[in-house]
């Protein structure tokens, strides 16, 4: 049973809008801060959005903040990823990872992560 699965990636013109989510079999869900990272071919993968086990805190890379909306249904085990006025640059494979913790903060380490799911791939085309 894979722990966490991305779907909502696709192809979309500069300016529109994505809605990503991440349904997860880890549990409880909430023992997990939550976050998103892209990869690009050659880069290393960056993190670009995380929330807290209540939701209660997000952090999001400078590129992003503004344009995208990290949050969390905990009832229903699933993280989402809203983007908008996406940018050609944004193309990317984008993951969901889930840290255990015990804090109540955000985590920003990728190294930190211990679940990953498999991505999906958002393309922005001009």
């Known amino acids: 049973q894979v722990p966490l699965v991305e779907s909502g990636g696709g192809l979309v013109q500069a300016g529109g809008s994505l809605r990503l989510s991440c349904a997860a079999s880890v549990g409880p869900f909430d023992d997990y801060a939550m976050g998103w990272f892209r990869q690009v071919p050659k880069n290393e993968r960056e993190a670009v959005a995380a929330?807290?086990?209540?939701?209660?805190?997000?952090y999001y890379a400078e590129s992003v903040r503004g344009r995208f909306n990290v949050s969390r249904d905990n009832a229903k085990n699933t993280l989402y990823l809203q983007m908008n006025n996406l940018k050609p640059e944004d193309t990317a494979v984008y993951y969901c990872?889930?840290?255990?913790?015990?804090?109540?903060?955000?985590?920003?380490?990728?190294?930190?992560?211990?679940?990953w799911g498999q991505g999906t791939q958002v393309t922005v085309s001009l």
């Open positions: 929330i807290s086990r209540t939701g209660e805190w997000t």
């Open positions: 990872a889930g840290h255990w913790t015990q804090g109540l903060g955000i985590t920003w380490t990728r190294e930190k992560y211990g679940v």
